[in-house]
């Protein structure tokens, strides 16, 4: 089944405690993306990819450190958490170098996180 | 403002009934994404449109490049299309994407 998945669904953690939220895609993309959503505020853009070793910032960049090994895998790295980062956390994966923003995006399930 | 901007934020709406949810944007851009997100979180996409008009069953989405604007419309609506509603546009020379705030829509039986 073409998917993406993310892990873990749900995570508490105490700031200051580095952690690591893992994005996986099977479907060969080569676009992948990290949102968060908060209420009032809607989606925002963290960071993308248009391919490996290729990433850029979004809107809110700070704070959060991707990296993009492997076409697969497009993990979400927070050194040093804060509450501000408490959030729900959407990765997202497109097809297509030339237009990754412009082709259908496909979502995993949220990561849904509480920083104390 | 906002670069994207959704109308209404929420709406309540009786089964049966035509729903039109509007999405206006001030970047330059030729393309725009609707969105929906379940109840449950999930969020997948329904249409990307650069132009005219695209329909899935009862889903009918438009785009007015000119205008910057775009609507999702949904015929006969059922409380199965409770979720929200989100508009996204791509900015134009980046591979980014810009939101709308989102509808929220409920249809009750």
């Known amino acids: 089944e073409a998917q993406v998945t993310q892990n873990p669904r749900y995570l508490i953690t105490v700031t200051g405690k580095k952690l690591t939220v893992t994005c996986s895609q099977n479907?060969?993309?080569?676009?992948m993306s990290w949102y968060r959503q908060d209420p009032g505020l809607g989606l925002r853009q963290i960071y993308y990819?248009?391919?490996?070793?290729?990433?850029d910032k979004g809107d809110v960049p700070e704070g959060y450190k991707v990296s993009r090994k492997e076409k697969r895998n497009f993990p979400l790295i927070l050194e040093s958490p804060s509450p501000n980062q408490t959030s729900l956390y959407f990765c997202?994966?497109?097809?297509?170098?030339?237009?990754?923003?412009?082709?259908?995006?496909?979502f995993g399930p949220g990561t849904r996180l509480t920083v104390l | 403002k906002n670069e994207v901007e959704q109308s209404p934020q929420n709406l309540t709406a009786q089964e049966g009934e035509f729903i039109t949810i509007n999405c206006s944007y001030s970047?330059?851009?030729?393309?725009l994404h609707w969105l929906q997100q379940h109840p449950g979180g999930g969020i997948v996409s329904l249409f990307m449109?650069?132009?005219g008009k695209k329909k899935h069953g009862r889903l009918i989405a438009t785009i007015n490049i000119q205008e910057k604007h775009s609507s999702l419309h949904i015929t006969a609506s059922h409380p199965r299309d409770s979720a929200v509603y989100i508009c996204?546009?791509?900015?134009?020379?980046?591979?980014?994407?810009?939101f709308g705030q989102g509808t929220r829509l409920t249809i009750n039986p």
């Open positions: 997202a994966s497109s097809p297509g170098t030339s237009g990754g923003a412009w082709n259908e995006q496909f």
């Open positions: 479907m060969n993309h080569e676009y």
């Open positions: 990819s248009m391919n490996v070793e290729v990433t």
């Open positions: 970047v330059g851009i030729s393309a």
């Open positions: 449109l650069s132009s």
């Open positions: 996204a546009v791509p900015i134009q020379g980046a591979q980014k994407l810009v």
